[in-house]
């Protein structure tokens, strides 16, 4: 193994200054969020990112806002997505490919909501080693994070879930009701459900998820490169058992 030394520095707090053999050890090429829908991989994905100065990429947001902005796409993605079912495997790996060309970051993703299926995990591995140098000189294994949680809290987090169509913000009849039922605490708009949030989508969400996701953490764990978390805590509980993983790390 090469004893040139790497300095990695998309952290600016954080620059390791080692061998590539142990820059290896230590960064993973991506960390992929899984779980169920509803499981609470954006919340938690979008932390590590923001601690880390990593780019967060939820395939899942990069839909919603290609459907916002009318695009082909966007219009040919919609119906998939409000039946809750997965749009398909080249439709997503194309996206997602130009998505992160156009980041220009040479650093760990951090993926929300992908790879959702087998062949969107192969699709993965082969483009994480094209990204690394024309050798796949610094090519680093992904770290896979499953947070598990129960299907009755699952169901009570995404059938509660409502949003405020003008600022976004989010609510859960459950566990963070507004003020006045139905209507939103900062500008007084009536709050609407995500159309993948009805009931009998959320079941299909979770169906769709069993048959092609669980597959997915198989593949991981096979590969021991899987860490399970679990997610039936508070935001900031999950986040801790997060934080011992990614405390090891340097990205
Ligand atoms: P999410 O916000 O991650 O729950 O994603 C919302 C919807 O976008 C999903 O129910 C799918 O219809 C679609 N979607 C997001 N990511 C993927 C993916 N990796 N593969 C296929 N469909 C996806």
Avoid at 66 to 89: K, N
Avoid at 98 to 112: A, M, N, R, Y
Avoid at 116 to 138: C, I
Avoid at 155 to 166: A, E, H, K, T
Wanted: glycine share 8%; net charge neutral; hydrophobic share 40%.
């Amino acid at each position: 193994m090469s004893e040139t030394k790497f300095v990695h520095n998309t952290n600016p707090d954080v620059s390791f200054n080692g061998t590539l053999a142990q820059f290896q050890q230590l960064s993973p090429s991506a960390m992929i969020f899984l779980g169920p829908p509803g499981a609470g991989k954006g919340t938690q994905a979008l932390r590590v990112a923001n601690e880390y100065l990593l780019p967060h990429i939820s395939t899942g947001e990069v839909f919603r806002a290609q459907i916002a902005e009318r695009t082909l796409f966007g219009m040919q993605a919609a119906e998939t997505m409000r039946r809750g079912m997965l749009v398909a495997d080249d439709a997503v790996c194309g996206m997602l490919a130009e998505h992160i060309h156009g980041l220009d970051h040479p650093g760990c993703l951090v993926l929300d909501g992908f790879p959702r299926s087998l062949n969107q995990a192969k699709w993965l591995d082969q483009f994480l080693r094209m990204r690394a140098g024309q050798n796949h000189e610094f090519y680093t294994a992904p770290l896979a994070v499953q947070i598990n949680v129960t299907r009755d809290q699952l169901f009570r987090r995404l059938s509660g879930r409502r949003c405020c169509p003008n600022c976004g913000q989010m609510y859960n009849l459950h566990f963070h009701p507004p003020v006045n039922s139905g209507i939103c605490d900062n500008d007084g708009a009536a709050l609407i459900t995500r159309p993948d949030d009805r009931e009998e989508v959320v079941l299909e969400r979770l169906r769709v998820h069993d048959q092609n996701t669980l597959p997915v953490t198989e593949y991981y764990r096979r590969k021991g490169l899987l860490q399970e978390i679990d997610g039936d805590g508070t935001v900031d509980m999950v986040h801790a058992a997060i934080a011992r993983l990614t405390r090891t790390l340097t990205f």
